[in-house]
């Protein structure tokens, strides 16, 4: 953190502060019912556009720029300008914005974080159309605001001093709490730095209320747009929580749901009203509590337990409501004294169970005698022992129908699915014989792995009552597989660029992980109170040894577990919002026996490839599907990592199919000079309401390397597959599509999705057939599949995939266009590699062989870099450019084009 | 759970005499046994085999043994398996699918208020479980959860108000084809021990089972139905005894029992109940009194 930064940042608080004064007011007049109005200092949007790629480049590449595509309301970089740039630069003052300043120091991790985020955030803001008249007249005046200090920004390079070094205070506690907890962590840096995560600008403040596990309130005030993550590190910091992963915050929804709050989004698009109540729950019961490190994880475990006891949520008999109560009153009592005042009145106050009488309580104080001597972490303890055994234990329940209607209900746990019909379980499907996990409107669907006598697999579909409840039946699935199964969840970024598609997936770190993190868990066992008692919990270690014969022997033996890894490589799931992929997987059932065939992948993966271009595009689409209330299916591959090399591709949604059918018509004239009036209406509406803070800036850079072997004209042929901006093939629709676009966009939005998604199922033109896998990691699909690009059919056929740890395809490709440009001997193989770095980078490896018996390998990458300003968008483009020469070191960087796209307000000007 | 312990810890049996009207019943027509039961019957030798029973357990495995009187009035009275499901403290009265045998509880249940048991009863019949039907015999008990076969006496309803009755456990219901009683095809054989018949009929209803539970059990596929019926008590100092049918009445199954390792098994003849359909299980119930919430 250099001082400078820091200080700039302060800078321009301080002169927004000054010019937003009477908007300020204003604001509090429109909106008196806030009880904190705070000066928004954000929105400096334009202020990283002048600042192209250029800088970073090598001065030959920089005469390339004709192809960089930056806002019309910016003037366009001239050299002169990267000039400037630079020396601004060099004076260690990025540009940052808004108190940014500190994520430089972030690793990239976070960065892609930041880039998730917002483009979660834009999603949110595109979901939620109807927001409050006074936010949005609020965030638009603040827009206004940002923009003029915006054009002041560049003089305001003033240090200051006290300031600055306030900040830097902050940003050493900052850093030094993050890593306290997340030194482990690699793939869930989302929980890393939850503290960072949080915008400085000051913003209008929310006050949160959390019950807590022991009934109390928690009451905190929060930024209004901050992630439900901020929150739930609030809450876990205020109980000095440490193995957090096992729990959640939960609000109810307009439609009396409990849900539970998503960390990566933000809180107010999440509960959609102005209750800000919330309850701090165990979201994942650990199958054996006593592998937990701390008393008091356990001791918030007891807590939950007695409440679902009490309420009837966690059935047991007479006999187990008397232990449990027992071991409760040992927990927050102590020993019992045959002199304790009354103690039945005193029983009879508290909750054991939902039908208590005074037999229980006579019981449960019989029993309470026996514990005598058993510390209150003891007894929690033998609670949990017994707790865990009950057949609800983490059982969490929905209601539903069966095919034939006949109520039912479905328990997601850590095992798998459960299904009862009254009390009884009639089925169960543990999550390693679940291919798939889909819904699809109201109906929830898990594709069954055929069973060692049966040839096919089979789907289970079963009714929920709305969709909204089939999408929360989903998402607990998503979650508890991931958590419980899988030793690292899945990398999002990779995920999300393969996918294209809309999707949820689990975010905190798995229970293999947070078991690691706890081991490494080295603080005194903190002191906390249990509710009743005063006694202060003592380490079950240095605790007089008991009489208990269940004692479990492993209580206190932390388990090193090291057969966890936190590879990411393989714990591939996929989570994806798909309907193309189900109709194909019908197709291709007969032929599927393997586990590893998901033979709609592919497909998908192919059409990525095609449509490379467009992925930025794309993953906006995706998050506001994921956002957007309307998001009417989805569908998850509980796949376990068990299965080592072998990964799940996502399949893709139809409707993001489409969306980039119609986005590669609405981009291709992108060439054409304002490219921002391409982008739907949708959007713009969007940045109008969006407070000021998001901008979002995507830049694409295509990097083309050229083996100097390789025959130049058939560079035209090569990129055919990968259709970059100037080489985008002609013929597309005409821009007027793109209102199109936004007509069918726009019902999701506003969660009222159904004609569209018909619609578009309806009107996917593939025919996807899947032929047996050559080896098991190698899928053979037949393709015959419109060219998204241009309508134009595309013969690809014999489609071997590779699972491995990076994802490759090689495909034959017959002609793209009716050019005749390729002859036909001319035999095309890309390999498209994804990896997982600062931003989504996608490497194309396409040789080819000429009738000549000369080839050409050229390697094209694409990276797509998605965030607001925050993010140095040329930074990562420069440090990018430098990684693929050296991993390359023997080719040459022929070309280099830059795809930026900026939303900003004020781009329809 | 406290009461959630390993299968096959029991202190005490509880029997009831076979009754000079044995196998004088109205017929049944589900029932698997031999329509003509009552010809073929021999009282004497079925009270032989009785006698051989309660001695095992009584002597060999050391239970502490409750005989109740045979009433003559109850010619299925001996069945004392299907009347009662008991597990830990809990024993749940059933209503068994023939009306004339619901009064055959009336003994147990003193017995077992006696011994300190819960006492649940399956409720009015006009009530809550009106039509609810069950019977000891299509209930397995594993130690860790319930399987109750759904057969020609016991069905879903009753299964229901097993379920609530023993929340603790997970109860699940399994088909049983073939009008045989989920007893008659399987039986505990060990903690994790099941023992079942290989039959088709069985085969089906096992892998409904390991399809539904979420714990493994080992599987010991005897060839010969009968022989699917075993007793398997842990004794005193923790010695497996496993009562089963001698050679003579399931030749082919002995050399699977002989697998077990280091169990002391107590081959034990049951020709004459089997007549009707019963088996080993049948005419005994297993309780725990010794077990403490520790």
Redesign the interface.
């Known amino acids: 953190m250099t001082t400078e930064a820091g200080t700039e940042t302060e800078v321009k608080e301080k002169a927004e502060e000054s010019a937003a004064q009477p908007d300020q007011i204003d604001q509090s007049e429109k909106a008196p019912e806030e009880t904190k109005e705070v000066v928004i200092a954000e929105g400096d949007k334009k202020e990283k556009e002048g600042k192209g790629i250029s800088r970073y480049l090598p001065s030959w590449l920089k005469k390339q720029k004709s192809q960089t595509q930056t806002s019309p309301t910016k003037d366009d970089p001239t050299s002169d300008e990267a000039v400037g740039n630079e020396t601004e630069q060099k004076e260690g003052a990025p540009p940052e914005v808004n108190g940014h300043a500190e994520e430089e120091e972030e690793e990239k991790e976070e960065e892609k974080e930041n880039s998730e985020q917002v483009n979660q955030k834009e999603a949110e803001l595109k979901a939620d159309v109807k927001e409050e008249t006074e936010t949005v007249r609020e965030e638009k005046v603040e827009e206004e605001k940002s923009e003029d200090k915006c054009a002041k920004e560049e003089t305001k390079a003033v240090p200051e001093g006290e300031k600055t070094e306030e900040q830097q205070k902050e940003l050493v506690k900052e850093t030094s709490e993050a890593p306290a907890e997340g030194e482990k962590e690699t793939q869930t840096s989302l929980f890393q730095s939850p503290l960072k995560l949080v915008r400085k600008n000051k913003m209008k403040l929310v006050v949160c209320h959390v019950t807590l596990l022991d009934g109390t309130d928690y009451t905190c005030e929060v930024e209004k747009r901050v992630k439900g993550q901020y929150l739930f590190f609030k809450v876990c910091e205020h109980l000095n929580l440490m193995e957090k992963d096992y729990f959640g915050l939960t609000y109810i929804d307009n439609h009396n749901n409990k849900c539970w709050l998503d960390p990566t989004k933000e809180i107010k698009r999440q509960i959609r009203s102005n209750n800000w109540q919330f309850s701090f729950n165990v979201k994942f019961y650990p199958p054996d509590p006593s592998l937990l490190t701390e008393d008091l994880t356990r001791y918030l475990l007891c807590l939950q337990l007695r409440e679902d006891v009490a309420c009837g949520k966690l059935?047991?008999?007479?006999?187990?409501h008397a232990?449990l109560g027992s071991y409760t009153l040992q927990a927050e009592l102590g020993d019992y004294e045959p002199d304790q005042p009354k103690p039945l009145d005193y029983m009879s106050q508290l909750t054991f169970a939902p039908n208590q009488n005074k037999e229980m309580e006579e019981k449960i104080l019989e029993?309470h005698k026996?514990h005598r001597g058993m510390t209150p972490a003891q007894a929690d303890a033998q609670f949990l022992e017994?707790a865990k055994?009950?057949?609800m234990y983490g059982v969490d329940l929905h209601h539903a129908k069966d095919s034939e209607a006949v109520d039912i209900m479905l328990g997601v746990c850590a095992?798998g699915l459960l299904v009862y019909k009254?009390?009884?379980?009639?089925?169960?499907f543990a999550w390693p014989k679940i291919l798939k996990i889909s819904y699809k409107r109201n109906n929830f669907y898990i594709k069954i792995r055929p069973g060692e006598a049966e040839q096919f697999e089979s789907t289970v579909g079963f009714k929920l009552q709305n969709h909204r409840s089939a999408k929360r039946l989903w998402k607990v699935c998503v979650e508890n597989h991931s958590f419980f199964r899988l030793n690292a969840p899945e990398p999002p970024n990779k995920a999300r660029f393969l996918t294209l598609g809309s999707k949820f997936r689990y975010s905190g770190r798995t229970q293999a992980q947070t078991r690691v993190a706890s081991s490494l868990i080295d603080r005194p066992a903190p002191n906390f109170e249990r509710t009743s008692s005063k006694r202060i919990s003592r380490s079950l270690d240095g605790a007089p040894v008991i009489s208990?014969?269940?004692t479990s022997a492993g209580e206190n033996g932390r388990e090193p577990h090291l057969e966890l890894n936190s590879d990411s490589k393989t714990a591939e799931v996929e989570i994806e919002e798909t309907v193309v992929v189900q109709e194909v997987s019908k197709t291709t059932k007969p032929v599927i026996v393997t586990v590893e065939k998901v033979p709609s992948e592919p497909v998908v993966k192919i059409e990525e490839a095609m449509t490379v271009t467009e992925e930025e595009k794309s993953c906006k689409r995706e998050s506001v599907s994921s956002e957007s209330e309307s998001e009417e299916e989805a569908e998850y591959h509980p796949n376990v990592s068990i299965s080592i090399s072998h990964t799940q591709i996502p399949e893709e949604k139809e409707e993001e199919i489409e969306e980039q059918e119609k986005q590669v018509k609405n981009d291709t004239p992108a060439d054409l000079p304002p490219i921002t009036q391409d982008t739907p209406p949708a959007e713009v509406q969007e940045v109008a309401e969006e407070t000021k803070d998001v901008v979002e800036s995507k830049e694409e850079v295509v990097v083309v390397e050229e083996k100097p072997a390789a025959e130049p004209e058939m560079e035209e042929s090569t990129d055919d597959p990968m259709v970059t901006p100037e080489e985008a093939p002609n013929g597309l629709p005409l821009p007027d599509d793109a209102p199109d676009a936004t007509l069918e966009e726009e019902p999701k939005m506003n969660g009222q999705p159904v004609t569209v998604e018909t619609v578009e199922t309806e009107r996917h033109p593939q025919v996807i057939c899947c032929t047996e896998p050559p080896v098991v990691k190698t899928e053979m699909v037949t393709i015959s599949d419109t060219f998204a690009a241009q309508k134009t059919e595309i013969a690809t056929k014999e489609v071997p995939i590779v699972h491995t740890e990076t994802k490759t395809i090689t495909y034959e490709a017959a002609q793209l266009e009716g050019n005749g440009d390729a002859e036909p001997g001319v035999l095309m193989t890309a390999q498209t590699i994804t990896s997982e770095s600062l931003c989504t980078t996608t490497t194309t490896h396409i040789t080819k062989t000429l009738k000549g018996g000369l080839s050409e390998t050229r390697i094209e990458k694409r990276i797509v870099i998605t965030g607001d300003c925050d993010i140095d968008h040329d930074e990562a483009l420069a440090q990018a450019i430098k990684e693929a020469k050296e991993q390359h070191p023997d080719m040459s960087v022929t070309r280099v084009v830059v795809h930026k796209e900026t939303e900003l307000a004020d781009e329809e000007d | 759970?406290?009461?959630?312990c390993p299968y096959g810890r029991f202190t005490h049996a509880v029997v009831r005499g076979i009754p000079e009207s044995f196998g004088k019943a109205p017929h049944d027509e589900h029932q698997n046994g031999e329509q003509n039961g009552d010809a073929s019957v021999d009282l004497a030798k079925a009270q032989r085999q009785f006698g051989c029973l309660t001695g095992a357990l009584r002597q060999k495995v050391g239970l502490q043994l409750i005989e109740i009187p045979p009433d003559p009035d109850l010619p299925e009275s001996w069945r004392i398996e299907d009347v009662v499901v008991i597990q830990?403290?809990?024993a749940l009265i059933t209503r068994p699918y023939k009306q004339q045998r619901r009064t055959e509880a009336e003994a147990v249940r003193r017995v077992l208020s006696e011994l300190g048991l819960?006492v649940v009863e399956m409720g009015e019949e006009e009530g809550g479980s009106g039509g609810a039907t069950l019977e000891g015999s299509d209930v397995l008990f594993t130690g860790r959860?319930f399987f109750?076969g759904v057969s020609s006496h016991t069905n879903?309803r009753g299964?229901?108000v097993l379920?609530?009755?023993?929340?603790?456990?997970?109860?699940?219901?399994v088909p049983v084809c073939g009008g045989a009683r989920l007893k008659n095809i399987c039986s505990m054989g060990g903690p994790d021990t099941i023992v079942f018949s290989n039959s088709e009929g069985a085969k089906k209803t096992l892998r409904m089972m390991e399809?539904?539970?979420?714990h493994h059990y080992e599987i010991l596929t005897v060839p010969e139905e009968a022989a699917a019926n075993c007793i398997y008590i842990k004794g005193a100092s923790k010695r497996d005894f496993l009562i089963h049918r001698p050679t003579e009445e399931a030749p082919e199954s002995t050399a699977a029992f002989q697998k077990l390792q280091d169990y002391t098994l107590l081959p034990t003849a049951c020709s004459e109940a089997s007549k009707l359909g019963a088996c080993l299980s049948s005419l005994c119930l297993l309780i725990n009194r010794k077990h403490?919430?520790?």
């Open positions: 059935p047991c008999s007479f006999v187990t232990l029993l026996s017994n055994k009950l057949s095992n009254d009390k009884l379980r009639i089925n169960r208990i014969t269940d | 759970m406290a009461n959630i830990g403290d809990t819960t959860e109750v879903r299964a229901e379920a609530d009755t023993f929340r603790d456990f997970a109860v699940s219901t399809q539904l539970t979420d403490s919430f520790f």
